[in-house]
């Protein structure tokens, strides 16, 4: 079995250990780096490292079919969905699902899974 790969040599954080976090259930970059310390040393490896967590996440909510906004009830499929019929903006995404139009808590994240789908 291969050792993970080590992506934060400050704290000695590895990949499997970002998963894990994700897996675990972090919401966000800063609920992973909280527990694991990445990017808190010399902060070369923070950018990187946001992105892989934040892609981690996304692929969380996909595959797990997670809802993406508690007030409305969406799911990522309705996301992916809407995306799938044309939408070519959060705004449009939005437009067709009304994710991100109650409390707004939501918006960032979902801004987020859209540029991913758009992106494939």
């Known amino acids: 079995m291969e050792d993970s790969k080590v992506v934060c040599g400050c704290h000695k954080v590895t990949e499997d250990d970002l998963k894990n976090e994700v897996k675990n259930g ?4 800063e609920e992973v780096q909280a527990v694991t310390k990445v990017g808190t040393g010399c902060g070369h490896c923070l950018e990187n490292n946001k992105e892989l967590v934040n892609e ?3 692929k969380r909510k996909l595959d797990g079919n997670e809802i993406v906004c508690g007030c409305f009830k969406v799911k990522a499929e309705d996301v992916v969905n809407a995306v799938k019929n044309g939408a070519k903006s959060f705004e449009e995404v939005q437009a067709i699902t009304k994710v991100g139009t109650g409390c707004g808590r939501c918006v960032e994240g979902n801004k987020a899974l859209v540029d991913y789908l758009l992106k494939k």
């Open 26 to 29: 972090a919401k966000s970059f």
């Open 56 to 58: 981690l996440i996304i």
